[in-house]
């Protein structure tokens, strides 16, 4: 049954489409930031001042995560993944053109690019969450979700490999021109994209959607924030999210680019080959996550991941410690390496494994809102994560960063399982 209905979703036109769509956007995504850090961290030696341009991203989240669970829940979810990947599209054509035609991107040029995406892409994470629960049906969601998910392997293999050949042989400009080809074609590929009925649900109808004012903007989050209080396991969906991205993203896209690039004085292949085997992993974990995660196992995939990455953060910090002085700098780099590939993975498999808790157990009409809801809070988390470790990164040893983020990996099983058991009372 379920080797027919995976069949059946890559048959699928418009869920191919809209695979294709958010894979190449997270491609061009990941090309860009790939090449920003070598960028900042080439122009300015510091983990710090790189953090604060992923830190800056806090304010488009800030300003525009309700409007974007808004527009999910009422508004065409198609037209928006069409306009906002054609915003993208453009605003990339604009800074390739400033890049090229006026000055070289410097840093307060880098705050406005990344302020920018961030603004686009805000507005596109609620919907592309809506947008999968009307492509296919209700059966097909958890399956959906795992294939959807082999774009992060896709993605971690490619970006690395394109980023560091282009950015090492051909500087910024070819950077900033292949993300442009890449987010136009992923919006051609929105126009392709189709409702699984042919008629737009109501939730999704220009015709039937609430005036557009922040007193209904207000009314339609109360109304949310109410439904939530009947499905009081998206609680602590909202506070394990940040929680987990505070102690865990920051190790990815702060402490190892400081610790390959400054640290250990690696070049930009070796850490290109770094994301290379972190891409591996992720494509690996989607298969996995067929195997392991069946019908109601989410909550054993969450619970025992945060233990298994609690655990591989410590026998990593034991070796770095205990056997730094017996180790190659090669053999350190190929250690952190493998344990950091091995988080990946396990990351992997919990994400996905949240996203089919989500998409499974919140009603439709209200899904776009607690994404948002969800997202504003995790991303909130985030770039205060790259901000402390950024500091530790420049002033502290590397293991002290593995040991807090262990540290914090405890905390958040706690309230997970404490998650899972209201889910189960609930659901039961």
């Not at 390496?337 to 993975?345: E, I, N, R």
């Not at 776009?368 to 809070?377: A, D, N, T, Y």
Request: aromatic share 10%; glycine share 6%.
């Amino acid at each position: 049954m379920k080797e027919n209905i995976y069949v059946h979703l890559l048959k699928h036109r418009s869920f191919m489409a809209f695979w294709g769509s958010t894979t190449l956007l997270r491609l061009a995504s990941n090309i860009l930031q790939f090449a920003l850090a070598m960028y900042v961290l080439d122009l300015t030696g510091s983990a710090f001042v790189y953090s604060t341009v992923l830190s800056i991203i806090i304010l488009p989240r800030i300003l525009c995560s309700s409007f974007a669970g808004y527009w999910a829940d009422f508004r065409d979810s198609i037209r928006i993944l069409q306009w906002g990947t054609l915003g993208l599209t453009g605003l990339m054509a604009c800074f390739l053109a400033i890049h090229v035609l006026a000055i070289p991107l410097n840093v307060p040029l880098i705050y406005a690019l990344v302020i920018f995406l961030e603004l686009c892409e805000t507005f596109l994470g609620p919907t592309q969450g809506k947008a999968l629960l009307c492509i296919v049906a209700e059966e097909e969601i958890a399956p959906a979700s795992k294939i959807s998910s082999l774009d992060d392997g896709i993605v971690e293999i490619l970006s690395p490999v394109i980023a560091a050949l282009f950015y090492g042989c051909l500087g910024l400009t070819s950077i900033l021109g292949i993300t442009l080809v890449l987010e136009g074609i992923a919006f051609l590929l929105t126009t392709i994209i189709r409702y699984r009925s042919a008629q737009v649900p109501v939730a999704d109808s220009p015709t039937q959607a609430p005036q557009f004012s922040p007193k209904h903007i207000f009314s339609a989050y109360w109304e949310a924030i109410l439904c939530v209080k009947e499905h009081l396991y998206v609680i602590g969906i909202i506070l394990f999210a940040p929680l987990f991205n505070f102690f865990v993203s920051p190790l990815f896209s702060v402490t190892a680019p400081h610790y390959f690039r400054v640290t250990m004085q690696a070049n930009v292949d070796m850490y290109a080959m770094f994301n290379v085997v972190l891409g591996v992993a992720g494509l690996v974990a989607p298969f996995l996550s067929m195997v392991l995660i069946s019908d109601q196992d989410e909550y054993r995939a969450n619970k025992g991941g945060t233990v298994v990455s609690a655990a591989v953060l410590l026998c990593l910090i034991c070796i770095l410690y205990f056997g730094a002085d017996a180790i190659s700098s090669n053999g350190t780099l190929y250690i952190v390496t493998g344990a950091m590939a091995l988080l990946v993975a396990i990351v992997t498999i919990m994400n996905i494994a949240t996203s089919i808790t989500i998409k499974k157990h919140i009603p439709e009409q209200i899904i776009g809102r607690v994404i948002s809801m969800i997202q504003l809070c995790a991303t909130i988390s985030v770039p205060l994560g790259q901000l402390f470790y950024g500091f530790c990164a420049d002033n502290l040893p590397v293991t002290i960063s593995y040991l807090i983020s262990s540290f914090g990996l405890v905390i958040t099983f706690i309230v997970m399982v404490k998650t899972y058991r209201v889910l189960c009372t609930q659901t039961s």
